[in-house]
């Protein structure tokens, strides 16, 4: 009899901390999740590396089919 297939999970692990961070952050600045990582990475040297990356890991992620 063959195995069922288990559901894969990503390897990505965000922390708990973090979850929702930059979601807050453009939402607070009155923009989508995707305009304000548009904004953001197209004017880099204006923010931190931090918020770059979250960013950026935005732009990504919208792209996964979840």
């Known amino acids: 009899m063959a195995k069922p297939k288990l559901k894969q999970k990503s390897g990505i692990r965000i922390n708990p901390k973090n979850e929702g961070k930059f ?9 989508s999740v995707q305009e304000a990582a548009r ?3 197209a004017n880099k040297e ?3 590396s931090t918020l770059v ?3 950026n890991f935005a732009r990504n992620a ?3 089919h979840h």
Do not use: D, P, V
Request: positive net charge; charged residues 25%; proline residues 0%.
């Open 39 to 41: 904004h953001i990475l």
């Open 23 to 31: 979601t807050a952050w453009a939402k607070a600045h009155g923009m």
């Open 62 to 64: 919208s792209k996964w």
């Open 53 to 55: 990356r979250r960013a």
């Open 46 to 48: 204006k923010y931190s």
